[in-house]
């Protein structure tokens, strides 16, 4: 059975900094595309970054230089560390794994597993 528990999110002024974390259970990060989402209130869930087996990410250009996707194979755990942070980015964050593609894709829809969510909440 595979689970995905996010972690890190909360509350921060513009300008800071947050960093989550998406340990799995049941599956391998390092043979999956991980990725990380987010929704915001009366938006449709949208694709943040993603990583491949072999550690090539993509950014959605809403948060390329800010944002940094990572993972360590070892632990199963996968991170976002966010910086710059803008009101905008407020919103649910999701980790998900996607077992099926070598090349990782942001739309959400391809993606199989999904945490729970952690929230982000950015303020002016």
């Known amino acids: 059975q595979v689970m995905l528990v996010e972690s890190g999110g909360g509350s921060v002024q513009t300008g800071g900094s947050l960093r989550l974390s998406c340990a799995g259970s049941g599956i391998s990060y390092s043979s999956s595309c991980m990725g990380w989402f987010r929704q915001a209130p009366g938006k449709e869930r949208e694709g943040v970054a993603t990583?491949?087996?072999?550690?090539?990410?993509t950014y959605a250009d809403s948060v390329k230089g800010r944002f940094t996707i990572s993972k360590d194979n070892a632990k199963n755990t996968l991170y976002l560390q966010m910086n710059s942070l803008k009101p905008e980015d407020t919103a649910m964050y999701y980790c998900a794994a996607d077992l099926t593609r070598r090349n990782c894709v942001l739309g959400p829809r391809a993606y199989n597993y999904w945490g729970r969510g952690t929230q982000v909440t950015v303020s002016s």
């Open positions: 990583i491949d087996s072999g550690s090539t990410t």
